[in-house]
């Protein structure tokens, strides 16, 4: 074991090559099928997704607006009848 200036620096263990060798040949056509479902498919379903929640935002922001205008439209119809009044 070679010495360094480092007393708390340890020497990794030996890796065996053909361990990860194998490991890379047996795990790549799933990464591969992976990142491809992740690139055509799941991108398709995550576009969808987000474009239904704007469309959903949509109709919120019009309810919205809807209600502001019936109020609007209630405080004016009102506001003669409580002139009278007083």
Not at 49 to 69: A, F, G, H, T, W
């Amino acid at each position: 074991m070679k010495k360094t200036d480092y007393p708390d620096l340890e020497r990794l263990p030996n890796t065996n090559f053909w361990k990860h060798l194998l490991n890379y040949i047996w795990n790549k056509p799933r990464w591969i099928a992976e990142e491809l479902y992740e690139k055509y498919f799941f991108s398709i379903k995550k576009d969808l997704e987000l474009e239904m929640l704007r469309q959903k935002v949509k109709e919120l922001e019009l309810q919205i607006n809807i209600n502001k205008i019936i109020q609007e439209a209630d405080n004016i119809t009102k506001l003669p009848n409580e002139r009278t009044i007083k």
